[in-house]
């Protein structure tokens, strides 16, 4: 429980944009759903191994207290997490964590929020669906260099995104700024015909994960951006709306 | 100090107040009872209540003849009689010039319910036929019943209108303008509103209402000219977008076209770029084009206790008009020492620059109750105000941000320029060179490269809300073409 918990918070939360998801769940599945405010991304996952007791629909809010839970020393090891439920009609449903430590003499609660205002705050959202025409595995140099060039145009919100024959290539500001531009992919198929742009601190949070995940980015030239990390417990879907004005 | 702020306009874009129904009812109700006791009225109103009406030009403390009211708060029953609303129903409609606000506000907040997307709800159909009969009534100009695209976003107007999506609010504002076009008496000129919370959707917007100012197709019932809603009022990079289409879709003509209205604009730097929008339209196509623009910040800064003191327009800095607490202490009620001498006495701020509402009123004509005074309920309140000491720096606070507007303007013709109209960055870009490098050529292409050269520098002008800066870049757009709601 604890290992399927940390790594929903380390996929969401730990981004620094979302601090609610969805849980929807039964005997066969378990999917997660979040999305930032601003809907700049849209996350959409599900765990390889369903947690039975995820049974149903809920919320968990205010991910940041979940997140200190999970860390907290006292929890460390030997704790006990268990979902809390209750009958509500006819039906029972999830309506929190318990913790307690290896002692008992340790606890905390945490609350779920209900099917009824996690569905109002969080609107279930369909991808109508894209052609993606550049797929790239991207390494971790390809990262750090997406992070010099971020930092070294920290003052720019978004970047761009296009081809040159089998080069992908980003782009930081324009001819009115300071600018910045690099090869992050080569080798690649397929070509991008737009040039849409992409929030930067949302792409490199997203992969700062690559350390311990199999990532894949597409590009869409339908104004999508899709990144896939696979953790091992769960293979989780980020979509990127284009930016514009 | 300027008294005569009509005089004083020049070629500016003209800021209209947006009263406040408050504030009207005490000049209109005292036309034709005293409503406000003589004793009340501070000794330098030397036309009693009525110097609070700046329409009036005989009797006004100062005079400004244009302004906008709201449908919204209005009373909309033209046949009865309804003394609050003579500041209006009686003004002089030869030195005063009004534009009526038509309570699409109203509908996206959810407090004019109805089926607005449906043409014959009764609820809907009385409120379209007593605004439209009001504003033919009483206003020069008026919007169109819109329903803002964001009502959509707004849970209780979702509840009220029946309106969920953007598509809906179309429908329902396309109703509403067929109805007015086929009713209007043509006594009111109308300003076709235009709405939209990006520029997908305002462009979107645009096409879709543009019909109704084309008098190849409504000859005698086009609407008359433009308002700017939703992104369309603090985007400046939509703004200049905008404009061009609509000169060189024909629906920017002299006589036909002659007014553009930006609801709800705040922003001292605004007063001076709508300036220079204003000039560039008039010297290259239109010569009669007046932009105007309101904001209701006078009337809401004294309903939370705040007066105007000073106007700042450093160059190369932010242009404000600042407001700090007034005074409002119950030992002042008696106090005759002047009002702005008291307002720095008591440590409010360093300066306090007066207007004709102030000029000779004193401290205890605004801090009205003693200790153990009773207010109009019987029950001694906290403040030392009353109902008309709120009406007072109303005044005042009017006359300040007019002024504020007109020294604006000034100043940028004198040389100054705010810091949001002017980057040297790298280059020198200074706001009105490329206003007039777009409107000066007759290529539309060229036009529009010219606004797409600057996108990144629109983004620096900041509006008064809305997507603005760089938030004007976000996934909105792309978000609703990628994803449903299920």
């Given at each position: 429980m604890k290992d399927t918990l940390q790594d929903i918070v380390k996929h969401t939360h730990s981004l620094g944009f979302i601090d609610l998801v969805k849980i929807v769940g039964d005997d066969k599945s378990t999917t997660i759903d979040a999305m930032a405010e601003d809907r700049s991304v849209v996350v959409k996952s599900e765990l390889k191994s369903p947690v039975p007791e995820f049974a149903g629909t809920f919320g968990m809010p205010n991910l940041g207290k979940l997140d200190i839970l999970l860390k907290l020393p006292v929890y460390k090891d030997n704790a006990e997490i268990t979902v809390n439920t209750q009958e509500r009609n006819g039906d029972t449903v999830p309506v929190g964590l318990h913790f307690e430590n290896d002692s008992k003499d340790f606890k905390n609660d945490y609350r779920f929020m209900n099917a009824e205002i996690v569905n109002e705050k969080l609107k279930s959202v369909q991808f109508r669906g894209v052609n993606w025409h550049v797929t790239i595995k991207p390494t971790m140099p390809d990262v750090q260099r997406l992070n010099f060039q971020a930092q070294a145009n920290a003052e720019e919100n978004v970047f761009t995104v296009s081809t040159d024959g089998d080069a992908l290539k980003f782009k930081f500001g324009d001819a009115s700024s300071h600018a910045g531009e690099f090869t992050f992919a080569t080798g690649i198929t397929g070509k991008l015909d737009k040039t849409w742009a992409w929030p930067v601190a949302q792409v490199t949070q997203i992969l700062k994960l690559i350390e311990t995940n199999a990532c894949e980015m597409s590009f869409s030239d339908d104004g999508a951006l899709q990144i896939t990390l696979d953790s091992g417990m769960a293979s989780y879907q980020y979509i990127l709306p284009a930016q514009s004005k | 100090m300027n008294t005569n702020l009509t005089a004083e306009q020049k070629d500016y874009a003209v800021f209209l107040p947006a009263v406040s129904g408050f504030y009207a009812t005490f000049i209109g109700k005292q036309q034709s009872t005293e409503y406000v006791e003589t004793a009340r009225i501070p000794k330098n109103f030397t036309h009693g209540v009525e110097s609070l009406n700046f329409l009036n030009p005989s009797q006004g403390q100062f005079q400004y003849k244009w302004c906008l009211y709201s449908a919204g708060h209005a009373d909309l029953d033209i046949n009865r009689d309804s003394p609050k609303e003579d500041m209006f129903r009686k003004r002089d409609r030869s030195t005063s010039w009004a534009l009526g606000d038509s309570g699409g506000f109203q509908i996206g907040k959810g407090v004019w319910e109805g089926d607005w997307k449906d043409p014959t709800c009764p609820k809907a159909q009385k409120k379209r036929e007593s605004v439209l009969a009001w504003m033919d009534a009483y206003m020069d100009y008026g919007m169109i019943l819109d329903i803002p695209a964001w009502v959509a976003r707004s849970p209780k107007g979702q509840q009220a209108t029946g309106i969920t999506t953007y598509e809906e609010a179309c429908q329902a504002t396309n109703i509403n303008n067929e109805y007015f076009m086929k009713h209007r008496s043509g006594a009111c000129k109308f300003l076709n509103v235009l709405q939209g919370e990006n520029h997908t959707e305002a462009d979107d917007w645009y096409d879709r209402m543009k019909k109704f100012c084309d008098p190849k197709q409504y000859p005698d019932t086009h609407f008359n000219g433009w308002s700017m809603g939703g992104q369309n009022m603090c985007d400046i990079h939509l703004v200049l977008k905008r404009l061009v289409a609509l000169r060189f879709d024909g629906l920017l003509e002299k006589g036909t076209h002659d007014f553009m209205h930006f609801l709800g604009t705040s922003k001292l730097e605004w007063a001076t770029l709508l300036t220079d929008i204003q000039r560039a339209v008039r010297k290259h196509h239109n010569p009669n084009f007046t932009v105007t623009f309101d904001c209701a910040s006078p009337f809401l800064a004294t309903a939370n206790g705040q007066v105007y003191c000073q106007v700042e327009t450093e160059d190369r800095s932010k242009w404000v008009y600042r407001m700090v607490p007034s005074i409002d202490d119950k030992k002042l009620a008696t106090d005759t020492t002047a009002f702005a001498e008291a307002f720095v006495r008591e440590g409010k701020h360093e300066s306090f620059l007066d207007s004709p509402i102030t000029d000779g009123l004193q401290a205890k004509d605004v801090c009205i109750y003693a200790p153990g005074d009773l207010n109009k309920i019987g029950k001694e309140g906290?403040?030392?105000?009353?109902s008309f000491s709120y009406a007072i720096l109303m005044g005042h606070n009017v006359w300040m941000h007019i002024n504020a507007v007109q020294e604006a303007n000034r100043q940028y013709d004198q040389g100054k320029i705010p810091n949001m109209l002017i980057n040297e960055t790298f280059d020198r870009i200074m706001f009105r060179d490329i206003v007039e490098a777009i409107f000066s050529t007759d290529d539309r292409s060229v036009a529009d490269a010219i606004i797409q050269e600057y996108s990144k520098y629109w983004m620096s002008i900041i509006g008064t809300r809305g997507a603005t800066g760089k938030k004007t870049v976000n996934a909105s757009t792309q978000f609703n073409n990628l994803f449903e709601e299920v």
């Amino acid at each position: 429980m604890k290992d399927t918990l940390q790594d929903i918070v380390k996929h969401t939360h730990s981004l620094g944009f979302i601090d609610l998801v969805k849980i929807v769940g039964d005997d066969k599945s378990t999917t997660i759903d979040a999305m930032a405010e601003d809907r700049s991304v849209v996350v959409k996952s599900e765990l390889k191994s369903p947690v039975p007791e995820f049974a149903g629909t809920f919320g968990m809010p205010n991910l940041g207290k979940l997140d200190i839970l999970l860390k907290l020393p006292v929890y460390k090891d030997n704790a006990e997490i268990t979902v809390n439920t209750q009958e509500r009609n006819g039906d029972t449903v999830p309506v929190g964590l318990h913790f307690e430590n290896d002692s008992k003499d340790f606890k905390n609660d945490y609350r779920f929020m209900n099917a009824e205002i996690v569905n109002e705050k969080l609107k279930s959202v369909q991808f109508r669906g894209v052609n993606w025409h550049v797929t790239i595995k991207p390494t971790m140099p390809d990262v750090q260099r997406l992070n010099f060039q971020a930092q070294a145009n920290a003052e720019e919100n978004v970047f761009t995104v296009s081809t040159d024959g089998d080069a992908l290539k980003f782009k930081f500001g324009d001819a009115s700024s300071h600018a910045g531009e690099f090869t992050f992919a080569t080798g690649i198929t397929g070509k991008l015909d737009k040039t849409w742009a992409w929030p930067v601190a949302q792409v490199t949070q997203i992969l700062k994960l690559i350390e311990t995940n199999a990532c894949e980015m597409s590009f869409s030239d339908d104004g999508a951006l899709q990144i896939t990390l696979d953790s091992g417990m769960a293979s989780y879907q980020y979509i990127l709306p284009a930016q514009s004005k | 100090m300027n008294t005569n702020l009509t005089a004083e306009q020049k070629d500016y874009a003209v800021f209209l107040p947006a009263v406040s129904g408050f504030y009207a009812t005490f000049i209109g109700k005292q036309q034709s009872t005293e409503y406000v006791e003589t004793a009340r009225i501070p000794k330098n109103f030397t036309h009693g209540v009525e110097s609070l009406n700046f329409l009036n030009p005989s009797q006004g403390q100062f005079q400004y003849k244009w302004c906008l009211y709201s449908a919204g708060h209005a009373d909309l029953d033209i046949n009865r009689d309804s003394p609050k609303e003579d500041m209006f129903r009686k003004r002089d409609r030869s030195t005063s010039w009004a534009l009526g606000d038509s309570g699409g506000f109203q509908i996206g907040k959810g407090v004019w319910e109805g089926d607005w997307k449906d043409p014959t709800c009764p609820k809907a159909q009385k409120k379209r036929e007593s605004v439209l009969a009001w504003m033919d009534a009483y206003m020069d100009y008026g919007m169109i019943l819109d329903i803002p695209a964001w009502v959509a976003r707004s849970p209780k107007g979702q509840q009220a209108t029946g309106i969920t999506t953007y598509e809906e609010a179309c429908q329902a504002t396309n109703i509403n303008n067929e109805y007015f076009m086929k009713h209007r008496s043509g006594a009111c000129k109308f300003l076709n509103v235009l709405q939209g919370e990006n520029h997908t959707e305002a462009d979107d917007w645009y096409d879709r209402m543009k019909k109704f100012c084309d008098p190849k197709q409504y000859p005698d019932t086009h609407f008359n000219g433009w308002s700017m809603g939703g992104q369309n009022m603090c985007d400046i990079h939509l703004v200049l977008k905008r404009l061009v289409a609509l000169r060189f879709d024909g629906l920017l003509e002299k006589g036909t076209h002659d007014f553009m209205h930006f609801l709800g604009t705040s922003k001292l730097e605004w007063a001076t770029l709508l300036t220079d929008i204003q000039r560039a339209v008039r010297k290259h196509h239109n010569p009669n084009f007046t932009v105007t623009f309101d904001c209701a910040s006078p009337f809401l800064a004294t309903a939370n206790g705040q007066v105007y003191c000073q106007v700042e327009t450093e160059d190369r800095s932010k242009w404000v008009y600042r407001m700090v607490p007034s005074i409002d202490d119950k030992k002042l009620a008696t106090d005759t020492t002047a009002f702005a001498e008291a307002f720095v006495r008591e440590g409010k701020h360093e300066s306090f620059l007066d207007s004709p509402i102030t000029d000779g009123l004193q401290a205890k004509d605004v801090c009205i109750y003693a200790p153990g005074d009773l207010n109009k309920i019987g029950k001694e309140g906290k403040t030392s105000w009353d109902s008309f000491s709120y009406a007072i720096l109303m005044g005042h606070n009017v006359w300040m941000h007019i002024n504020a507007v007109q020294e604006a303007n000034r100043q940028y013709d004198q040389g100054k320029i705010p810091n949001m109209l002017i980057n040297e960055t790298f280059d020198r870009i200074m706001f009105r060179d490329i206003v007039e490098a777009i409107f000066s050529t007759d290529d539309r292409s060229v036009a529009d490269a010219i606004i797409q050269e600057y996108s990144k520098y629109w983004m620096s002008i900041i509006g008064t809300r809305g997507a603005t800066g760089k938030k004007t870049v976000n996934a909105s757009t792309q978000f609703n073409n990628l994803f449903e709601e299920v």
